[in-house]
């Protein structure tokens, strides 16, 4: 039999891995690319398998930070041009 007790902590059990999302997105945004790997990690350990949406939040934050990607500073003046026409 559940008591209120098991479902206020079924209801929270997402919410370290929410935070942890939350956490890199901020440290990405922020510039702080060791951080919002560090948290982006986390996220992914914390985030059950058969939830793939969240997972795949976390793998792009990583993948935006570490990958090719993360050495793009800004567009270059061609491609914005391009993308205007």
């Keep these: ?9 079924e ?3 997402p919410l370290p891995a929410t935070i942890a999302l939350t956490r ?3 440290a ?5 690319l060791a951080t919002a790997v560090k948290y982006a990690e986390q996220a992914i350990q914390l985030i059950p398998e058969n939830d ?9 934050t990583l993948e935006c930070t570490t990958g090719p990607a993360a050495t ?11 993308w205007r026409e």
């Excluded at 990405?28 to 702080?32: H, L, S, Y």
């Excluded at 793939?52 to 792009?60: D, G, K, L």
């Design 28 to 32: 990405q945004v922020q510039g702080n």
């Design 72 to 82: 793009w500073r800004r567009p270059s003046r061609r491609l914005v041009i391009g």
């Design 11 to 13: 209801a929270h059990k």
């Design 24 to 26: 890199a997105y901020n």
């Design 52 to 60: 793939y949406y969240r997972r795949s939040q976390a793998a792009i």
């Design 1 to 9: 039999m559940l008591d209120g007790s098991d479902v206020a902590n």
